[in-house]
């Protein structure tokens, strides 16, 4: 197994956010895998969807770790007991524990994902990419993060975050 490098690990877990807030079940499946198999651990994705809760609302999330349930069974067919009892803790408790367990940029790039996926949010989308450059989130991060989105979730959310972090880089 390939071991992800945090560079990695943000385009990964921004594009897996944007697949999640758009409903893409099974091309999550696939990217879910993808991390996995790279290097990302269940308590990571756990944690990631335990976050994204706030920005893709209880539902997509749920769904979403119903997808990483299964995919850990398929994984490791024995361990259905330990697969529930991680899913069954995304609590409040556990929304705030992500925070604890994810990278402040990790943190960073699970939001700029969720927010590009809806026209509605550019205006957040905005200042979210500017806390990501005050953040020490350097450009060469974030175009990553943004070509990411365009390669493994959707390139219409890629558009929409490109447009707007072009419109951050001009106005600044």
Known sequence: MLKVNNHTKYSL????????????????????N??????????????????MVRF??????????????????????????LVEQ????????SVNAANNRLSQQCLLAIKLGTLAVDDNFEPLLQTHLAACLDSQFEVTHINTVINSLAIKADINVAM?????????????
């Not at 877990?13 to 999550?28: D, F, P, Q, S």
């Not at 993808?34 to 976050?51: K, P, V």
């Not at 929409?160 to 600044?172: I, Y």
């Open 13 to 32: 877990v921004a594009a897996i956010a944007a697949l999640a807030a758009m409903g893409e079940l099974y091309r999550l499946k696939s990217l879910l």
């Open 34 to 51: 993808e991390g996995l198999d790279q290097g990302l651990t269940i308590d990571e994705l756990n944690s990631a969807f335990s976050y």
């Open 56 to 81: 893709i609302g209880l539902p997509r999330a749920l769904n979403s770790l119903n997808v990483l349930k299964q995919i850990c069974l398929q994984r490791q067919p024995n361990s259905t007991v």
């Open 86 to 93: 991680e899913i069954e803790q995304t609590s409040t408790a």
């Open 160 to 172: 929409r975050a490109n447009v707007s972090f072009a419109n951050l880089l001009a106005h600044a």
